[in-house]
T-cell receptor, first 112, second 113 residues
Framework: GEQVEQRPPHLSVREGDSAVITCTYT??????FFWYKQEPGASLQLLMK?????EINEGQGFTVLLNKKDKRLSLNLTAAHPGDSAAYFC???????????FGEGTKLTVSS | EAAVTQSPRNKVAVTGGKVTLSCNQT?????MYWYRQDTGHGLRLIHY???????EKGDIPDGYKASRPSQENFSLILELATPSQTSVYFC????????????FGPGTRLTVL
């Protein structure tokens, strides 16, 4: 079945620096991709979802890049601030299934 | 706004005891899910449901049962709790399509002594 590898497991950056989290997956039939943010002690909140074969989506302070050829999904926080400190999870779903396969998560710490 | 609630929020149980975790959603979503979250494993799917009366096994169903008596409610049952089931459990709901996002509840922290 599908396997999702997320790196790095821990990431520490200074305020204003960029932070990049990457997920790779194995199943070429994976179609839909999600990034969730989990603040300490809280639940998961959707950051963004992407569907196209190669897509760059920009949100508030971050960019998501999907490259289906390389089976790689990345989240780039362009100028991190302490409020971005949280755990981030990628998730992958496949056609015909409502299940999500999650990466192991990245704990991001942004220091001022 | 999407609303998924879980009860209890914290639970301490004894080994061998029965534990029921409850989830309620007001989103009118067909699909509901139970995950557990452990350090180093991300979220792992235990059981899920496509609608009232249906339950499906996820990736790690052993030691767990699920019940979906209505569109709104989805329960996770540990008939004989073990310390290895100590974890944080999340319930989620989502539309019945494979591009739908899932909306998560606040989580239940379960400790089995």
């Amino acid at each position: 079945g599908e396997q999702v590898e997320q790196r790095p497991p821990h990431l520490s950056v200074r305020e204003g620096d960029s932070a990049v989290i990457t997920c790779t997956y194995t199943d070429p039939n994976s179609y839909y991709f999600f990034w969730y943010k989990q603040e300490p002690g809280a639940s998961l909140q959707l950051l963004m979802k992407v569907f196209s074969s190669t897509e760059i989506n920009e949100g508030q302070g971050f960019t998501v890049l999907l490259n289906k050829k390389d089976k790689r999904l990345s989240l780039n926080l362009t100028a991190a601030h302490p409020g971005d400190s949280a755990a981030y999870f990628c998730a992958v779903s496949q056609g015909g299934s409502a299940k999500l396969i999650f990466g192991e998560g990245t704990k991001l710490t942004v220091s001022s | 706004e999407a609303a998924v609630t879980q009860s209890p929020r914290n639970k301490v149980a004894v080994t061998g005891g029965k534990v029921t975790l409850s989830c309620n959603q007001t989103n009118n979503h067909n699909n509901m899910y139970w995950y557990r979250q452990d350090t180093g494993h991300g979220l792992r799917l235990i059981h899920y449901s496509y609608g009232a009366g249906s339950t499906e096994k996820g990736d790690i169903p052993d030691g767990y049962k699920a019940s979906r008596p209505s569109q709104e409610n989805f329960s996770l049952i540990l008939e004989l709790a073990t310390p290895s089931q100590t974890s944080v459990y999340f319930c989620a709901s989502g539309d019945a399509c494979f591009y739908a996002e899932q909306f998560f509840g606040p989580g239940t922290r379960l400790t089995v002594l």
